[in-house]
């Protein structure tokens, strides 16, 4: 017992300590620091055990490593799985592309033989004659969503920058609420309205203040009629 105090630096005999390294020669000493060394380690492995379960004793080795391998067949095979289908999907997006150009390119074939391409730049349109020219809807399509453009992106940055920088709390929500409302209506809505209400606005009112005060431009010359690019380029730009 005197032995175990004396090689202890935590313990004391009497009141003077025992100088540990004046016993680190005795066998008795060496042998009892091995021993305690090797308790310590078994500690220390015992608590990384704990503290890491994904540590693995020899014992529990045989039964990891199979399921280690189970986990790995049940990942290929959920991965294959997964390419499959997603390779399936690209398949069918592409085969209903194909599918619908070759439906439009089968049903056009009689005017494309009848007419050729000529269509594309012909500006008159007579079903009755068979004529069929699209030169104006083309164009009319490319000013509109031009206009639309113009107008539509620094109102929607602007929109976008003032809810998000300098709009009032209070009223963040509610404006923010009513933008997102505006892009769930349907575009034939806006179309119906643009046709029933905002045309017969411009033709009555519009288009004659404009043609007032801006008739020197070539935009906002001749008759109002109401339906035309203007009206469709202001729909397309709340759209």
Same mark, same amino acid.
């Given at each position: 017992m005197h032995g175990i105090l004396a090689w202890n630096p935590g313990h004391s005999v009497g009141k003077e300590p025992v100088d540990e390294?004046?016993?680190?020669?005795?066998?008795?000493?060496?042998?009892?620091?091995?021993?305690?060394l090797t308790d310590q380690e078994k500690t220390g492995k015992e608590n990384r055990m704990k503290d890491c379960p994904d540590a693995r004793t020899p014992e529990s080795v045989g039964t990891f490593l199979p399921m280690a391998k189970a986990r790995g067949i049940l990942s290929r095979v959920g991965d294959f799985i997964f390419r499959?289908?997603?390779?399936?999907?690209?398949?069918?997006?592409?085969?209903?592309?194909v599918g619908i150009t070759w439906v439009l390119v089968a049903d056009s074939m009689p005017t494309i033989q009848q007419a050729g391409f000529g269509f594309l730049t012909r500006q008159d349109f007579d079903p009755v004659h068979n =004529? %069929? @020219?699209? &030169?104006?809807? =083309? %164009? @009319?399509? &490319?000013?509109?969503?031009?206009?639309? &453009?113009?107008?539509?992106?620094?109102?929607?940055?602007?929109?976008?920058?003032?809810?998000?920088?300098?709009?009032?709390?209070?009223?963040r929500i509610p404006l923010a609420f009513f933008a997102d409302l505006l892009a769930a209506v349907p575009s034939v809505v806006f179309g119906l309205w643009g046709f029933l209400?905002?045309?017969?606005?411009?033709?009555?009112?519009?288009?004659?203040?404009?043609?007032?005060?801006l008739g020197f431009l070539p935009f906002f010359q001749g008759p109002p009629l109401g339906v035309g690019i203007l009206a469709a380029g202001m729909v397309l730009t709340i759209i």
């Amino acid at each position: 017992m005197h032995g175990i105090l004396a090689w202890n630096p935590g313990h004391s005999v009497g009141k003077e300590p025992v100088d540990e390294l004046s016993l680190s020669g005795k066998p008795e000493c060496l042998s009892l620091q091995e021993s305690i060394l090797t308790d310590q380690e078994k500690t220390g492995k015992e608590n990384r055990m704990k503290d890491c379960p994904d540590a693995r004793t020899p014992e529990s080795v045989g039964t990891f490593l199979p399921m280690a391998k189970a986990r790995g067949i049940l990942s290929r095979v959920g991965d294959f799985i997964f390419r499959a289908v997603t390779l399936l999907i690209v398949f069918i997006v592409i085969a209903i592309v194909v599918g619908i150009t070759w439906v439009l390119v089968a049903d056009s074939m009689p005017t494309i033989q009848q007419a050729g391409f000529g269509f594309l730049t012909r500006q008159d349109f007579d079903p009755v004659h068979n =004529i %069929y @020219g699209v &030169l104006p809807a =083309i %164009y @009319g399509t &490319l000013v509109t969503s031009a206009f639309a &453009l113009i107008f539509a992106i620094p109102i929607g940055v602007g929109t976008a920058i003032f809810l998000v920088e300098y709009c009032p709390r209070p009223l963040r929500i509610p404006l923010a609420f009513f933008a997102d409302l505006l892009a769930a209506v349907p575009s034939v809505v806006f179309g119906l309205w643009g046709f029933l209400i905002l045309a017969r606005w411009l033709q009555h009112t519009g288009q004659p203040w404009l043609q007032q005060h801006l008739g020197f431009l070539p935009f906002f010359q001749g008759p109002p009629l109401g339906v035309g690019i203007l009206a469709a380029g202001m729909v397309l730009t709340i759209i």
